[in-house]
């Protein structure tokens, strides 16, 4: 059938107004494949069901609304006593000179810009075979695009247990940056890695992860997107998931005037783990989405979501987590909570869980809660002498805590919480 | 200290009066008690003056050391030296309690323009106030009265009140819900905390909190009103005879 007029409109002219990279690469075939899978999908339109409570317009369009760069002086470097490899991008662009050395034991790590001649097979097998197959049953062609389009990427393998994190840093520095980063992460059959993700990245960014974690693999990821009020975002983050691996995920949001992150998880091998937290805080035109497809295709795996928003003066957040239970998955125990806490009447939470379930022994479960700040817990903090702001920085930490807890690092827990309060102080 | 004159008070969401002239004055370093059937008003004059929410003050004035508090909110007149142990503590998951307790000391030193108290004093000062309660380590680890059993957070509001070391204390029933023991324990804390320039109001129903803390004048209070004062031998014959003789002799 032939795409709707708008939807083509839309895609045609967002194609026109880019680039692909250079030839002579091995990710030719797929970006080529990549490019017509756009095109019959069309970019999504506010017409999508799966894009009912997250307007994508600017996302799609040919040009996205400029982004005044905000300035986070006032912040210490988050992460900053964390042993860690730091790759830097500004505006989806690498930065050689405030990246370390690209090297670290049992872990090779390669720019895919650079890549093409390089013979690094693992890669050109994987590149856009993740997000292919996490199209399905729902289509993401703006990974799609991604696939198509990346101007560049960190391309990780692993083959045993890394010495420390990868830390990639997204530094904004142009109102008109519109960046495509793809990254390709493999981890060999027990290995382990940490990624940390943090910083604004562009006025607009687009980015795509892929990553492959083979049986007893441990994969945790740790991300911050600033306080930067004027970006916006679509990540897309694609899992597979081998026998007894692990997969620990936690995304910390402030403000970003749109935010669209996806995370779509496959758990392809019996008795794995897959664990995504998101605690987001947004201020006025805030719109915070979190999209999660989490399918157990293996026996006895465990998926658990938790995400926690908390949103004032008009704030918008989008919580959509589906849990597929294939035939034959058996003791599957997927787990499922979004809620939010709405400091006044304009702000808004919209949520749609879903299960579906075609294994009959299961345990899924699944919650949603919208609600104002406890007005009894407020005053018993306030009558002990704590001012009504500060009490009300304690009520929402409490509230975003079950979301922090899920950071399995102290260190990096510890981190984000004081980023958090951080954030607190300043935004009053 | 406290000077509470003709006080109306009236909810705010509904046209329903509840205190209806309350007068009551209280010098430093003074314990007076009141007493009073259930409904009628304890609570209210409490969280009146603690300040919370939903209450309108339609006649009257209440002072704390010459100044009017009503209009303060709830954390000035806590800086001021209010505390109220609350008929019913409140539990707030996901603050620890002494992360809770931290922040409000600091909060009131710094409302008074003096230093915060270190980690290391706070921990020290607390471990020992803790101790005299009989609060565990584990109680001050785990969220505000989360869990806590009714005696547990009645002792919990007590520690809190040595910490806070108010000059105006209000207990709501801190004897509800407490054991013998507990309630000597608590007596106690308060008795430790009596001082020249402290006062204390104690709102009961029994006698018994008052055999621990002897009070000097006892109110009875009805319908929205203070309908009859005098001395601790006041306390004995509700005991012994219930309000029944008190409100036939007022009305
Ligand atoms: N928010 C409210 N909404 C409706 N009625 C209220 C409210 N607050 C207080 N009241 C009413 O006001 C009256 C006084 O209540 P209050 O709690 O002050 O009594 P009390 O003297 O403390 O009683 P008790 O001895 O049972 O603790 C009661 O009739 C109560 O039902
Ligand atoms: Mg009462």
Known sequence: ?428 | MLEIKNLHVKLEEEDKQILKGVDLTLEAGKVHAIMGPNGSGKSTLSYVLAGRDGYEVTDGSAKLGGEDILEMDPEERAAAGLFLAFQYPVEIPGVGNMTFLRTAVNAQRKARSEDELSAADFLKLIREKAKSLKIDADMLKRPVNVGFSGGEKKRNEILQMAMLEPKMCILDETDSGLDVDAMKLVAEGVNALRDEGRSFLVITHYQRLLDHIKPDVVHIMADGKIIKTGGPELALEVENNGYADILAEVA
């Open chain 1, 1 to 428: 059938m032939a795409l709707a007029k708008l939807k083509q409109d839309t895609t045609e002219t967002r194609l026109s107004a880019m680039q692909m990279p250079e030839g002579g690469h091995w990710s030719d075939a797929a970006r080529a494949d990549a490019l017509s899978r756009v095109r019959m999908m069309g970019l999504p339109t506010r017409r999508d069901e799966y894009w009912k409570y997250t307007n994508p317009t600017t996302l799609t369009d040919a040009n996205g609304p400029p982004a005044a760069t905000f300035d986070m002086s006032d912040e210490s470097q988050l992460f900053g006593d964390i042993d860690r490899l730091k790759i830097v991008f500004v505006d989806g662009v690498y930065d050689a000179d405030a990246s370390d050395p690209l090297a670290m034991e049992h872990v090779t790590i390669a720019r895919l810009a650079e890549a093409g001649e390089k013979d690094i097979h693992w890669a050109k097998d994987m590149y856009g075979t993740l997000e292919i197959d996490g199209q399905s049953p729902v289509e993401r062609p703006l990974a799609a695009l991604n696939t198509a389009f990346a101007s560049d990427g960190i391309l990780i393998h692993v083959t045993g247990k890394a010495p420390k994190p990868v830390s990639m840093i997204y530094h904004h520095s142009s109102d008109t940056s519109d960046a495509i980063l793809h990254h390709c992460i493999k981890l060999e059959s027990g290995a382990e890695l940490t990624v940390l993700e943090n910083g604004p990245a562009a006025a607009r960014f687009n980015k795509c992860m892929e990553i492959d974690v083979a049986d007893g693999a441990a994969f945790h990821h740790v991300r911050a997107q600033g306080r930067d009020h004027e970006r916006r975002a679509v990540t897309h983050m694609f899992t597979r998931l081998g026998a007894n691996s692990t997969y620990k995920s936690f995304t910390l949001t402030a403000n970003g005037v749109l935010t669209r992150n996806e995370t779509i998880i496959d758990l392809r091998g019996d008795d794995a783990i897959a664990h995504v937290a998101g605690a987001a805080m947004g201020d006025g035109d805030f719109h915070h989405d979190d999209t999660v497809f989490i399918t157990h295709d293996a026996v006895n795996c465990e998926s658990r979501q938790v995400f926690k928003k908390v949103l004032r003066n008009g704030a918008v957040g989008v919580f959509q987590g589906k849990i597929l239970v294939q035939p034959g998955a058996q003791k599957t125990d997927g787990y499922q909570i979004s809620q939010s806490l709405l400091l006044d009447e304009d702000s808004q939470f919209l949520a749609k869980p879903e299960l579906e379930i075609y294994a009959d022994d299961v345990a899924c479960s699944h919650g949603s809660t919208s609600g104002a700040i406890d007005e009894d817990a407020l005053f018993y903090l306030r009558s002990r002498g704590v001012p009504e702001h500060q009490a009300q920085d304690l009520l929402v930490l409490a509230f975003l805590a079950e979301a922090i807890e899920e950071i399995e690092d102290e260190d990096i827990a510890a981190d984000i919480l004081s980023r958090l309060e951080g954030w607190l102080v300043r935004r009053r």
